[in-house]
């Protein structure tokens, strides 16, 4: 028999959590279903993953860090932990090792099919995570079966890839990362690169977070963006590894990694890349431009000592278009992540073309009761970061809260952070 549950909450990752304290906050019974662990996806980065952003980012709504480092950069375990510690003073209803393999509508809300027995609820919210399907490009396809080949979800370190060669293809955060890993071990590296904001870590003696959070650059509204697409833009390159510092294309180029341009086919023996390196680096130091002139505006709004920020020195467009594949001994796909919702809800027309939810401030336009926390500019550039993913989980409980209480004829509790 389906076991009924009044709300659902799908994933125990910052998301997840954030929602499953508003709504514990406002009375709402509910579970959080993890097929894993807490914080899995963070449990599967690299073994010197860290933050890119300082430790006094991390702001979930009642666990704001408190620690004696707050400029510092959460390690992955240090991260899980964080989570784990979270979970527990919240005390989350968590169920763990529960896998949704489906959800579609029914009379009475929503049907989840789950390796633990059917479940009927009257709301669900899916905190799955803003990062779900690893993006290839499709002459990925066309790359020998000999060549070892894995996604940067995969990744561990440098002495689990064969002896050799690395081909990186994708120079978003991790790619970049892992390329200065890599080139740090000693590692001959390629890097195909694709267009990526960047900025120096340090902005006048502050982490480029600081402007980022001031300058409203983090507030940016989704409807604000020149094209639902830049959804799918890469982050500010940027690491927090060994304390924070500069990383780039620049920078990588210096340590010895030699940059390629966009990766558009294969054979058996060789790859092949767009001669476009030039335009790919161009198009970053537009990026840094713009952010410069939020920076100059908060600098005279403020009155505040205006920073160095020069224009990016020259960059040469040399960069190999043919790889002989033959001294290559892995090839890695740091290439993003796209919305997987499609393959597992069974909703007709909730999602736009790119696979996000179609929503207003988080509640599904398709179908009443379903929500979503946790993704990628759901609402602003900093929904789906430690950041600020507790404002849409606030205005999500809030929501179901409110609906919950019309339904029983009485007024419903304010479940927004801080009050």
Excluded at 228 to 235: E, F, H, I, K, S
Aim: hydrophobic letters at 40%; one cysteine or more; a negative charge.
């Amino acid at each position: 028999m389906a076991e009924h549950i009044d709300v659902v909450v799908i994933g125990a990752g910052q998301a997840g959590l954030a929602t499953s304290r508003e709504l514990t906050r406002a009375g709402v019974e509910h579970v959080v279903l993890e097929r894993d662990r807490i914080g899995e996806t963070w449990r599967r980065r690299w073994d010197s993953f860290c933050l890119v952003t300082p430790n006094w980012s991390v702001q979930l709504p009642g666990g704001a860090y408190d620690g004696d480092d707050p400029d510092g950069f959460m390690l992955r375990d240090e991260i899980v932990a964080y989570l784990e510690r979270y979970a527990a003073a919240s005390r989350a209803p968590l169920r763990t090792g529960v896998e949704v393999s489906s959800l579609s509508p029914s009379p009475d809300g929503f049907t989840l099919e789950t390796t633990a027995g059917e479940i009927r609820a009257r709301a669900v919210v899916a905190a799955t995570g803003a990062y779900q399907r690893p993006h290839r490009p499709a002459a990925a396809a066309r790359l020998p079966a000999s060549v070892p080949q894995l996604d940067a979800d995969d990744y561990r370190n440098p002495r689990e890839l064969p002896p050799g060669r690395v081909l990186v293809i994708g120079s978003g955060q991790t790619g970049c990362q892992i390329a200065e890993e890599l080139i740090e071990a000693g590692r001959d590296v390629l890097l195909s690169c694709g267009r990526a904001p960047w900025l120096p870590r340090r902005i006048g003696g502050r982490d480029f977070a600081w402007w980022w959070a001031e300058t409203g650059f983090a507030e940016m509204p989704v409807d604000a963006l020149p094209a639902p697409t830049v959804r799918l833009n890469a982050n500010l390159l940027a690491t927090g590894r060994n304390g924070g510092h500069d990383l780039h294309l620049r920078t990588l180029r210096a340590a010895g990694v030699t940059l390629l341009g966009h990766f558009v086919d294969a054979d058996e023996t060789a790859a092949r890349f767009a001669p476009d390196l030039a335009e790919t680096v161009a198009w970053g130091d537009d990026r840094y431009r713009d952010f410069r002139k939020l920076v100059m505006k908060l600098v005279e709004e403020r009155n505040l000592p205006p920073p160095e920020m020069p224009d990016p020195e020259p960059f040469g467009d040399e960069a190999p278009e043919n790889v002989d594949l033959g001294g290559v001994a892995a090839v890695v796909f740091a290439g993003g992540f796209r919305p997987d919702y499609r393959s597992w809800m069974e909703v007709p027309n909730a999602f736009d073309e790119l696979g996000f939810p179609l929503h207003a401030d988080g509640a599904s336009l398709a179908a009443p009761g379903l929500y979503f926390v946790g993704v990628h500019f759901l609402r602003k550039r900093k929904s789906s970061l430690l950041y600020g993913v507790g404002e849409d989980a606030a205005l999500v409980a809030e929501a179901i809260a409110s609906g919950r209480a019309r339904s029983a004829g009485r007024p419903a509790a304010d479940t927004r952070a801080g009050r």
